[in-house]
T-cell receptor, first 115, second 113 residues
Framework: SQTIHQWPATLVQPVGSPLSLECTVE??????LYWYRQAAGRGLQLLFY??????ISSEVPQNLSASRPQDRQFILSSKKLLLSDSGFYLC??????????????FGNGTRLTVT | TQLLEQSPQFLSIQEGENLTVYCNSS?????LQWYRQEPGEGPVLLVT?????EVKKLKRLTFQFGDARKDSSLHITAAQPGDTGLYLC?????????????FGRGTQLTVWP
C-alpha cells in the first residue's frame, strides 16, 4: 500500500531563518506531488506541484521554492522566512494523470509558526 | 478564477441531528471531490462525483452532484461525534490550462454528544 511521510510535524522558526520541509512517498512510482498551504479559516492553497524529477510548477509567487531530487521525494524550502509564511503545510500525491483527475492523498502536515 | 463557495462555514449540532452542507460555484466542473480533515491531520477523500445529478451514499453520508455540475451537497443523517471535522469540497476542471483542482474553504462541523 502507498504511504506518505511528512516531517517535521511542528516547527517554530524566527523570521529570516531558512526552511526545509521534506515529504516522501512509498509504494508508488512516478506520482504527481504537491505542496499546499492551509491558513486558519481558509481552504487549501496550491503552492507547487511536480509531475516528475526536476519538474516543478509554481502556482503562487512567493519566497518559497520546491525541489524534487528523487522520484518520491519532494522538498519545500525558503532562504528567509516571513511572518506571513506561518501556516499548515500539506504534502500530497496522486497517480500520474492530469492534476485533479485523480484524488489526492495527503500527509499529516507541518504546522509552521514564524516568530 | 474558479471559486467554490462552501456553506455554512461553521456548523455546531447535537448528536442525532441531520445536516446538509453546500458547495456552490458559477463554473462547471468535470468532477467534484469531498474530503474530511481532522485537527492536525491531512484531508482524507470521502467520495468523487462525476456525472451531473449523481448521488453517492457512504453509510450515513449522501453526496449529490448538481445536474449542471456547478454545485454539490453533502447530507449527514443522524450525525455522530465521530463526524466532527472540516469538510472540504474540491472541483476538477479538466478544461483549464493545468487541469487543476480548486478547493473550497470548508465547513467546520462539530457534533456534540
Amino acid at each position: 500500500s502507498q504511504t506518505i511521510h511528512q516531517w517535521p510535524a511542528t516547527l517554530v522558526q524566527p523570521v529570516g531563518s531558512p526552511l526545509s520541509l521534506e515529504c516522501t512517498v512509498e509504494g508508488t512510482s512516478n506520482p504527481n506531488l504537491y505542496w499546499y498551504r492551509q491558513a486558519a479559516g481558509r481552504g487549501l492553497q496550491l503552492l507547487f506541484y511536480s509531475v516528475g524529477i526536476g519538474q516543478i510548477s509554481s502556482e503562487v509567487p512567493q519566497n518559497l521554492s520546491a525541489s524534487r531530487p528523487q522520484d518520491r521525494q519532494f522538498i519545500l524550502s525558503s532562504k528567509k522566512l516571513l511572518l506571513s509564511d506561518s501556516g499548515f503545510y500539506l504534502c500530497a500525491w496522486s497517480v500520474s494523470v492530469a492534476q485533479g483527475e485523480s484524488p489526492l492523498h495527503f500527509g499529516n502536515g507541518t504546522r509552521l509558526t514564524v516568530t | 478564477t474558479q471559486l467554490l463557495e462552501q456553506s455554512p462555514q461553521f456548523l455546531s449540532i447535537q448528536e442525532g441531528e441531520n445536516l446538509t452542507v453546500y458547495c456552490n460555484s458559477s463554473s462547471v466542473f468535470s468532477s467534484l471531490q469531498w474530503y474530511r480533515q481532522e485537527p492536525g491531520e491531512g484531508p482524507v477523500l470521502l467520495v468523487t462525483v462525476v456525472t451531473g445529478g449523481e448521488v453517492k451514499k457512504l453509510k450515513r453520508l449522501t453526496f449529490q452532484f448538481g445536474d449542471a455540475r456547478k454545485d454539490s451537497s453533502l447530507h449527514i443523517t443522524a450525525a455522530q461525534p465521530g463526524d466532527t471535522g472540516l469538510y472540504l469540497c474540491a472541483g476538477y476542471d479538466r478544461g483549464s490550462t493545468l487541469g487543476r483542482l480548486y478547493f473550497g474553504r470548508g465547513t467546520q462541523l462539530t457534533v456534540w454528544p
